[in-house]
């Protein structure tokens, strides 16, 4: 008898210490296709992070170096292809960087187009009775992306670089507009600037090419106005007989003779 109740005791300490050691236990645990969802968020939030930094780079680097009209035109579709969507708040964030990333360029292009009026337009020599030589008619007769070619690289940073002050210089000396206005409506609207000097204007006749038709004129202007710009900045030099340079102006007839004074001297 003594030894059942015994027994019977330490069967209920055992069931006691069971039931207790459940309590501790958690009643419900994360299933694996939950824990599978929170993964499959995480990434996804990282990728998203990772394509938004990458799509501000390109644009801060878009908008530096193309018209602000071409940029618009076309990162737009772009813009929305590659980034996810995503709150209200991010949209927010990326049209505040864009249109930051356009205001800062056209800041620069100003602020550098004063810099270089005082470096290089103001001491570049006017065209006064100067025809055009044979020379500049041989460029002007190739298309945009061929004269690329005999372009100076001086001419050529400064066209893809700083297109707004080196136009502006062009039509400034060719007598199609003034320096100022030229220097802001091709820092505002480049490329609309572009296809009205060259079809509504004499500069391409006055550096020995020909005045393009309005459709011609358009399509180069959207598609390479970098091009246009160094083509007719490379005709201007040679009509002139100077070289634009980076910090000023380079007389080619005295260049020469120095440089043959230095083979002279070299070779005694």
Same mark, same amino acid.
């Given at each position: 008898?003594? +030894?059942?109740?015994?027994l019977?005791?330490?069967?209920?300490g055992?069931?006691t210490?069971?039931a207790a +050691?459940?309590l +501790?236990?958690?009643t419900?645990?994360?299933?694996?296709?939950?824990?599978l969802?929170?993964?499959d968020?995480s990434?996804?939030q990282?990728k998203?992070v990772?394509s938004s930094?990458l799509?501000r780079?390109k644009t801060g680097?878009a908008s530096?170096l193309?018209?602000?009209?071409l940029?618009?035109l076309?990162?737009?579709?772009?813009?929305?292809?590659?980034?996810?969507?995503?709150e209200?708040?991010?949209?927010?964030?990326?049209?505040?960087?864009s249109?930051g990333?356009?205001s800062t +360029?056209m800041a620069i292009?100003?602020?550098?187009?004063?810099?270089y009026?005082f470096l290089?337009v103001r001491?570049?020599?006017?065209?006064?009775?100067k025809?055009a030589?044979?020379a500049t008619?041989e460029?002007q007769?190739?298309?945009?992306v061929?004269?690329?070619v005999?372009?100076?690289?001086r001419?050529c940073?400064?066209s893809?670089?700083?297109t707004?002050p080196?136009?502006?210089?062009?039509?400034?000396?060719t007598?199609?507009m003034?320096y100022?206005?030229g220097?802001?409506?091709?820092t505002c609207?480049p490329?609309?600037?572009l296809?009205?000097?060259?079809?509504c204007?004499?500069m391409?006749?006055?550096l020995?090419?020909?005045?393009?038709?309005i459709?011609?004129?358009c399509l180069?202007?959207l598609?390479?106005?970098c091009?246009?710009v160094?083509?007719?900045a490379?005709a201007l030099d040679l009509?002139?007989?100077v070289?634009?340079g980076f910090?000023?102006?380079?007389?080619?007839?005295?260049?020469?003779?120095?440089?043959?004074a230095?083979e002279?001297?070299?070779?005694?």
């Amino acid at each position: 008898m003594v +030894r059942v109740f015994g027994l019977a005791i330490l069967c209920a300490g055992l069931s006691t210490s069971h039931a207790a +050691r459940n309590l +501790r236990r958690p009643t419900q645990s994360i299933t694996p296709q939950a824990q599978l969802s929170v993964d499959d968020r995480s990434e996804a939030q990282q990728k998203q992070v990772k394509s938004s930094a990458l799509l501000r780079v390109k644009t801060g680097v878009a908008s530096y170096l193309f018209p602000h009209f071409l940029q618009r035109l076309v990162s737009t579709k772009k813009i929305k292809e590659m980034q996810p969507p995503a709150e209200a708040s991010d949209d927010g964030v990326g049209a505040e960087a864009s249109g930051g990333s356009s205001s800062t +360029r056209m800041a620069i292009q100003l602020l550098f187009g004063v810099l270089y009026y005082f470096l290089i337009v103001r001491k570049y020599p006017e065209l006064g009775e100067k025809e055009a030589n044979e020379a500049t008619k041989e460029l002007q007769a190739k298309n945009e992306v061929l004269s690329l070619v005999e372009v100076s690289p001086r001419n050529c940073v400064l066209s893809c670089c700083c297109t707004g002050p080196r136009a502006a210089q062009t039509f400034s000396i060719t007598g199609a507009m003034n320096y100022w206005l030229g220097l802001f409506a091709m820092t505002c609207f480049p490329c609309c600037t572009l296809m009205c000097v060259n079809s509504c204007t004499e500069m391409n006749e006055k550096l020995g090419g020909s005045k393009r038709n309005i459709v011609m004129s358009c399509l180069c202007a959207l598609c390479c106005s970098c091009c246009v710009v160094a083509q007719d900045a490379e005709a201007l030099d040679l009509m002139s007989g100077v070289q634009t340079g980076f910090f000023g102006v380079y007389d080619l007839e005295a260049k020469k003779e120095t440089e043959e004074a230095q083979e002279e001297t070299a070779k005694a």
